[in-house]
């Protein structure tokens, strides 16, 4: 079993929706946890950081840890074609710098116009 | 404020051979860490310098190596080249927080 799971897609909305995007995980001792967004040819681009449980907003992107359930998730509002990417998350388990993320394999979002 | 710099973006090079890749981080930021991607392991954490030491190593072998400079650019270097090495090479920066800033990535074909 990999530490971290994500569901590879592709995920595929019309524009304007709801989209949802998730990740479970099996080491207890993660305690960050991040999303990134990658577009093709790109590197990832850091949207969203969260420390231990809870919510976090950012314009149109919450954040939400569940560490009982070891499962977080990111919602993205009124999506937009731009958004059309690969989705990332990653954790880690101390702050600082010296420990690597652990990241999923990435979902591949499409927003249909 | 000019983000994480990667040259190399694209290099080609035969098995055996050896490469270097350069990273700049961010102005002020001194952690540095190499991470691969590929399309079937995903990004995958190969060791992080701060104040030109390793702190951390993921589980790669040792043809994979690196070196920070005292203005905190970072190089790394893979011997001996594999067709599995064929990845994005991708450096992040952090200051001092657990944000990581990606840079655009050297891509490698080995042939």
């Given at each position: 079993q990999k530490e971290v799971e994500q569901d590879p897609g592709p995920l595929s909305v019309p524009e304007g929706a709801i989209v949802s995007l998730n990740c479970t995980y099996s080491n207890?001792?993660?305690?960050?946890?991040?999303?990134?967004?990658q577009y093709s040819r790109k590197g990832p681009e850091l949207l969203m950081y969260t420390y231990s449980s809870g919510n976090k907003e950012d314009g149109r992107f919450t954040a939400q840890?569940?560490?009982s359930s070891k499962y977080i998730s990111l919602f993205i509002r009124d999506s937009q074609p731009?958004?059309?990417?690969?989705?990332l998350c990653a954790m880690k388990r101390?702050?600082?710098?010296?420990?690597?993320?652990t990241f999923g394999k990435g979902t591949h979002l499409i927003i249909q116009p | 404020k000019a983000g994480v710099t990667q040259t190399p973006r694209y290099l080609i090079k035969t098995r055996g051979q050896q490469v270097?890749?350069?990273?700049?981080?961010?102005?002020?930021?001194?952690?540095?860490s190499w991470y691969q991607q590929t399309p079937g392991q995903g990004l995958q954490f190969l060791f992080e310098y701060f104040s030109e030491t390793?702190?951390?190593?993921?589980n790669f072998p040792g043809r994979f190596s690196g070196r920070q400079f005292s203005n905190s650019r970072s190089e790394m270097n893979v011997s001996t080249l594999e067709?599995?090495?064929?990845?994005?090479?991708?450096?992040?920066s952090t200051h001092v927080g657990t944000e990581q800033y990606f840079g655009p990535g050297t891509r490698l074909t080995v042939t």
């Open positions: 207890s001792a993660f305690q960050y946890f991040m999303w990134y967004r840890v569940d560490k731009s958004d059309s990417a690969t989705y101390s702050g600082g710098g010296a420990d690597g993320l | 270097t890749l350069s990273c700049s981080p961010i102005s002020g930021h001194r952690s540095v390793q702190r951390n190593k993921g067709l599995g090495d064929s990845a994005l090479y991708l450096c992040a």
